[in-house]
């Protein structure tokens, strides 16, 4: 009876065992990322400020991610591909980060730059994409590598404005290179696991700043990465903020904007440029954590999950509104100028301008400083350069993120003296 006894204790106590090993799998599984990856560019190493500006990112990786396995920097990492900056930029690499961090580099539109800075180098496209496989140890242009069981594919212009300038600081990519592709993510054709990719320029019309950067424009790449769900593409070149809901993109497959480790812009210009920015990937076995990082601050901006297996759901359809009660003030009114402001338009989202329209056409953009006035409750624009003793029919339209516009204007007929 007692050896009966302790039997069943005996297999209780291993069933229990069991179950505990279980559910701390399960919990590792949703807390401790099975890889971490640093992903940044846009560095624009040149002299020493830019210099210490890429160390303070090192830096900060170490301190947030000491165990991070990998860090892609996805081009512009010179500021004109001179030898000397390749040179700098391995140097500081070198010091900074851990022989076991696994480096993904991409070229750049500024790595093709020397002739721009110097009218008597004779230097080739080709010459330069050698230089840039020479100086970062990469194998080419384009290449893919395999770390602990995820893919990378990194992908690179082979053509620069200075020898074609219709090229423009598009990334040109050859049939060559899109065969490479083709057959390089037949690969992955039934794995779910995220497949990660990077480019220096953006599918244009995608992620924020993709619009106005001079991105991708061939329509190749975004038919073909539509077949692979998995992939996440990063992107550089645009240095548009993170802070930004566009920083994820999804049409079929996710992109992402990089921002900037240098300086940072916005869709208003230079009004955001004091930051540098970068992302940390947490990879689980059912998500990836994209988390966006300013290095200035040392502070975390926001975090995007992409599920694996793919499921869309970074997207937004919600136009922005006026509150019932929203007015709009004629505050000043010269010769030449009238000002107005109106009480802020709300949005899911983010309101990320207002369109100013006279007899439907748009006269004036009013960006929003989104990043330092999320609770603005007041607006205000100036009109410039109008005709004396004028009437005007005037038209507010909130923009969201997405670029959805409010269906009710807010109207007003001011006139000038």
Not at 307 to 319: F, G
Not at 333 to 354: G, P, R
Not at 369 to 375: D, M, T
Request: net charge negative; charged share 25%; hydrophobic share 35%.
């Amino acid at each position: 009876m007692k050896k009966k006894l302790l039997g069943l204790v005996l297999i209780f106590t291993i069933s229990l065992l069991q179950t505990t090993v279980s559910s701390n799998e399960k919990v590792n599984e949703d807390k401790i990322p099975k890889l971490q990856i640093g992903v940044i560019s846009d560095i624009h190493l040149g002299e020493e400020k830019e210099s210490k500006i890429f160390i303070n990112a090192l830096n900060d990786y170490k301190n947030i991610a000491p165990n991070c396995r990998a860090l892609a920097i996805v081009g512009d990492f010179t500021n004109h591909g001179l030898e000397f900056q390749y040179d700098e930029f391995k140097k500081v690499l070198d010091k900074n980060i851990s022989s076991n961090v696994e480096k993904i580099v991409t070229i750049g539109n500024h790595e093709f730059y020397e002739r721009r800075i110097d009218e008597k180098s004779k230097v080739t496209d080709n010459e330069l994409k050698d230089r840039f496989v020479n100086k970062t140890g990469m194998p080419g242009v384009y290449y893919d590598k395999w770390i602990d069981g995820y893919h990378f594919i990194a992908l690179g212009s082979e053509e620069s404005m200075i020898s074609n300038p219709k090229n423009e600081d598009s990334a040109i990519i050859s049939e060559e290179q899109y065969s490479w592709l083709e057959k390089t993510l037949a690969v992955n054709k039934d794995n779910k696991n995220p497949i990660f990719m990077f480019l220096h320029q953006p599918i244009s019309d995608t992620v924020y700043g993709s619009e106005y950067c001079g991105g991708l424009k061939d329509g190749k790449l975004l038919s073909l990465l539509k077949q692979y769900p998995q992939v996440i593409l990063f992107s550089g070149h645009s240095h548009f903020l993170l802070n930004h809901p566009r920083t994820i993109y999804q049409d079929g497959f996710t992109m992402v904007n990089t921002a900037s480790v240098a300086y940072t812009w916005f869709e208003g210009g230079e009004g955001a440029s004091q930051y540098s920015q970068g992302l940390l990937l947490d990879v689980y076995k059912d998500r990836v954590e994209i988390k966006s990082r300013d290095f200035t601050s040392h502070n975390w901006i926001n975090t995007h999950i992409v599920k694996i297996p793919y499921e869309e759901n970074i997207k937004d359809a919600t136009k922005p509104t006026f509150p019932s009660e929203a007015k709009v003030t004629i505050d000043e009114a010269t010769e030449n100028s009238i000002t107005l402001s109106w009480d802020a338009a709300e949005d899911d989202t983010l309101v990320d301008k207002y369109y100013i329209k006279k007899d439907g056409e748009v006269i004036e953009t009013k960006y929003i400083k989104f990043w330092e006035n999320k609770n603005e409750k007041r607006v205000s624009v100036t009109l410039a350069n109008l005709s004396p003793g004028t009437e005007y029919n005037i038209e507010i339209y909130a923009v969201d993120a997405w670029g959805n516009q409010s269906l009710n204007p807010l109207k007003v007929i001011p006139r000038t003296k």
